[in-house]
């Protein structure tokens, strides 16, 4: 595989960086005091993608949650308290319209808090009625620095685009490239990171050029990679191959993209850098073609970083969830987790899911002195995780087998 060595000397720092927090549902918690003897069912409900573009989040993050159902289950009775949780999972297969349709549906059936979605895209299209209705909405994915409002009920538990736009920029301009041709996904998360990027890498004194803007329910990305060989071809010739690379925000279609680009002697001479929706796909890896060109390209792509100081909290539950999906775990899976442990905390504070600013309030304390599998789980003003950090991967394959490889952080 090849890789410049120089790219590892580039020190990666810790950011402050916004986080969301994962959706969950919770009912009918009745008031709490010390002398309170609980004896009714806390409900949680859960908005993943289970088979859109972003499957291996949403996969990654019913298992976690699972897991995290029966820690809470474990700690309630070994207080002795009479409450009981359950998660009901819905499916939004990554479509801003089915989740609404899903968070509509259980909230009607009185579910208050809810664990994602995961995406921008899907978080936008809930926002809306979650405000109007007192629904808090607590997102593991969701990363677009314009759903960052003070005084809404979204909450994130990961970084927003603005900080990986900078790390990103960073890596980009310490490799030496000067031209990022972008390429991204039409929808609220994906041109956020296209926003950030092309701010902060032309404040380091770079240039972005147009690139190539896709919708979501493209299929046959032979225009749009036409296009984005004749401005590669065009920085080529003004600034030199080493100095020109393509930035990718996209999810699973970066399959597709791959594989169609793999025919370009253009695209196929540069470097290729993406976003945290492509990180750790197990449709990239287990498509070999694809891999190979993610290989050839020294592709390089960031994801919410876990903390090492809080390895002792993480490292068994990840190996669990490794266990069951075969693949390495992210921090963006994790913080589903520490989402529940605090939503349920917020819910035993309160007692009484249906006062809605009371929840919101509890929750927002209870995160800001929560020390979970993702660190603290301190939030900003607008309701994001303040603090994190970011890891770098890459694919690697051995003898026909590919997988993605930590690199940095």
Known sequence: M?????????????????????LVACVGVPAYSEST????????????????????????????????????QSYLSRVQSGLRIKLIVEDTEGDPLVAVEK???????????????????????????????????????????????PQDNVFRFCPDDVSEGQVMSTLMWEDGVRVVVPMWRDDAGNA??????????EALG???????????????????????????????????????????????????????TSTSSHLSRIRWYGGNGITLSSSLVNNPPAAQFAIKSDFISPIFGLDKSAQDKWEPISKQISSKIGRDVDAFTLAAYDALWVATLACLTVGDANNSSALREAFIETANFYYGTTGWTVLNNAGDRKFANYDFWMVQGDEGVFRWKHIAQ
């Open 37 to 72: 003897s609980y004896s009714k069912e806390v409900v949680f409900g859960a908005l993943l993608d289970l088979t859109g573009d972003w499957s291996s989040l949403g996969e990654s993050s019913q298992v976690v949650l699972n897991i995290a159902i029966k820690d809470i």
């Open 2 to 22: 090849k890789m410049k060595e120089r790219r590892w000397k580039t020190t990666f720092k810790i950011l402050t960086v916004t986080m969301i927090l994962l």
């Open 103 to 149: 968070l509509k549906n259980l909230t009607e059936q009185g579910v208050r808090v809810f664990i994602g979605p995961q995406s921008s895209a899907e978080v936008k299209a809930v926002k809306e009625y979650a405000d109007k209705n007192g629904i808090l909405v607590i997102s593991q994915g969701s990363t677009a620095h314009s759903l960052a409002f």
């Open 206 to 260: 770079g240039t972005v050029l147009d690139g190539v803007r896709y919708s979501p329910t493209t299929k046959d990305f032979s225009k749009k990679i036409a296009s984005l060989s004749s401005q590669v071809s065009e920085a080529i010739t003004q600034h030199g191959a080493n100095a020109t690379a393509v930035y990718l925000a996209a999810f699973g279609e970066v399959v597709q993209i791959f594989n169609q």
């Open 192 to 201: 956020g990171l296209y926003v950030a990027i092309k701010g902060s890498f």
